[in-house]
């Protein structure tokens, strides 16, 4: 079985500082890691993903994240935010196997302070 | 120009009535997913299919039904079962060639009981 944890339901950031959204997860086999985020309303956008090799991924938007096998986490990060970046944020995880079994976090929603 | 598309934006349901949300993509992806959801509880999956006339429940599929006719085409009714109906449903697809899984979501259907 899998499970996604996000920690924070809410991170506020000012404009122009480090954005930094934690996920950890579960996960008995080998697994994907995704990030989507999603504007008010809309549906979910694909911001980065993990499958295999190089274990920092970079996305859209200037996000990034790192895959940590040791500490079980892909958090997501972003060096200087933006008034654009605020909506949620989705941390999702599946098996490499049956990849459609995708299981996701609870959210993060990131307000950015001008 | 490809994608996803979900019809309405907005429904209204009446007690007793079952009301079904379209979903349709035109990315020849082989797999087709609904997923509800609600504030603070991330997303649900409610039905999935991989192949023309062939479906499975998700975590949530009390309540509500589903039909894979066509390959482009993966419509859900809400049926009058479905106690709690109000809801943000978003559908997504996905190729199934491993490595290729990734979702992709349309904008979704906000749905609201009278």
């Known amino acids: 079985a899998q499970s996604v944890t996000q920690l924070g339901s809410h991170v506020s950031v000012s404009e122009g500082a480090l954005v930094l959204l934690r996920c950890n997860y579960s996960?008995?086999?080998?697994?994907?890691l995704f990030w989507y985020v999603q504007y008010p309303n809309q549906g979910l956008q694909l911001l980065l993903k993990?499958?295999?090799?190089?274990?920092l991924v970079k996305g859209i938007n200037g996000f990034e994240a790192e895959f940590k096998k040791s500490e079980t986490s892909f958090h997501l990060t972003k060096p200087s935010a933006h008034m654009s970046d605020a909506a949620e944020y989705f941390c999702?995880?599946?098996?490499?196997?049956?990849?459609?079994?995708?299981?996701f976090g609870q959210g993060t929603r990131l307000t950015i302070n001008p | 120009d490809g994608g996803i598309t979900q019809s309405p934006k907005y429904l209204f349901r009446k007690e007793g009535q079952n009301v079904t949300l379209s979903c349709e993509q035109n990315?020849?992806?082989?797999?087709m997913y609904w997923y509800r959801q609600d504030p603070g509880q991330g997303l649900r999956l409610i039905y999935y299919?991989?192949?023309?006339?062939?479906?499975q429940k998700g975590d949530i599929a009390e309540g509500y039904s589903v039909s894979r006719e066509k390959k482009e085409s993966f419509p859900l009714t809400v049926t009058s079962a479905q106690k709690n109906p109000t809801a943000f449903y978003l559908c997504?697809?996905?190729?199934?060639?491993?490595?290729?899984?990734?979702?992709?979501f349309g904008p979704g259907t906000r749905l609201l009981v009278l």
């Open positions: 999702a995880v599946s098996p490499i196997q049956g990849a459609q079994k995708l299981v």
């Open positions: 299919s991989q192949i023309v006339n062939d479906f």
């Open positions: 997504a697809s996905s190729m199934l060639r491993q490595g290729q899984e990734t979702q992709y």
């Open positions: 990315l020849n992806h082989d797999a």
């Open positions: 996960s008995s086999v080998p697994p994907y």
């Open positions: 993990y499958t295999t090799g190089a274990t």
